[in-house]
């Protein structure tokens, strides 16, 4: 089955760094790749995703890079804020939703 | 509210008590799940639903036991539970079992504590 690796575990920048938390998964067949954000005490929130057929895709502060060939991909995290402070969980799946699997976690904080 | 609600939001039983989590969702969404969040390690997959049916059960103890009536609720019934068990149970739904559709849609979680 597919299995998840995440890294660093915890990540610590200044306000107006980037941040950058990469994953690789092993299963060749994965095709969709998840990030969510999870805030201290709330529900893990879907931030942004991409599919197996682009490379990269932009959602004003945020990114997310996939290099197929190496199995991994990463989120980066631009001009960065306190309230990027949280647990950002990468995940990787194929066409059904069965097999998703998460990987451990990275804790950001954006010091101020 | 994102349209997942779980209850109780916390729950602290003994290890001989029989008590159920609940997960209620009104977003339409055809799939359900059941997660186990602990500390440093990644979210684990226990269950999944899809139209009512059972279509995973990842190795889980039979001390948990899911139970889905309808599309739109989802129950996970604890009994004998360890303390080893103790963890924020997640429960998300999408839009069926493809990744076709836009993620999954989370509860708050129920963080369960067995003493």
């Known amino acids: 089955g597919e299995n998840v690796e995440q890294h660093p575990s915890t990540l610590s920048v200044q306000e107006g760094d980037s941040a950058v938390i990469k994953c690789t998964y092993s299963d060749s067949a994965s095709n969709y790749f998840p990030w969510y954000k999870q805030e201290l005490g709330k529900r893990p929130q879907l931030i942004i995703d991409?599919?197996?057929?682009?490379g990269e895709k932009k959602d004003q502060r945020i990114a997310v890079t996939l290099n197929k060939t190496a199995k991994h991909f990463s989120l980066h995290i631009t001009e960065t804020q306190p309230e990027d402070s949280a647990v950002y969980f990468c995940a990787a799946s194929t066409n059904n939703n069965n097999d998703m699997r998460f990987g451990a976690g990275t804790r950001l904080t954006v010091k101020p | 509210e994102t349209g997942v609600t779980q209850t109780p939001r916390h729950l602290v039983m003994g290890m001989t008590n029989k008590k159920s989590l609940k997960c209620e969702q009104h977003l339409g969404h055809n799939a359900m799940y059941w997660y186990k969040q602990s500390a440093k390690k990644p979210l684990e997959l226990m269950f999944v639903?899809?139209?009512?049916?059972?279509?995973e059960n990842n190795s889980v103890p039979s001390r948990f036991s899911p139970e889905c009536p309808n599309s739109s609720h989802l129950f996970l019934h604890l009994h004998t539970l360890q303390p080893e068990d103790s963890a924020l149970y997640l429960c998300a739904s999408s839009q069926d079992l493809t990744a076709t559709n836009y993620g999954y849609t989370f509860g708050s979680g129920t963080r369960l504590t067995v003493v």
């Open positions: 991409i599919r197996s057929n682009v």
């Open positions: 639903y899809n139209f009512k049916e059972q279509t």
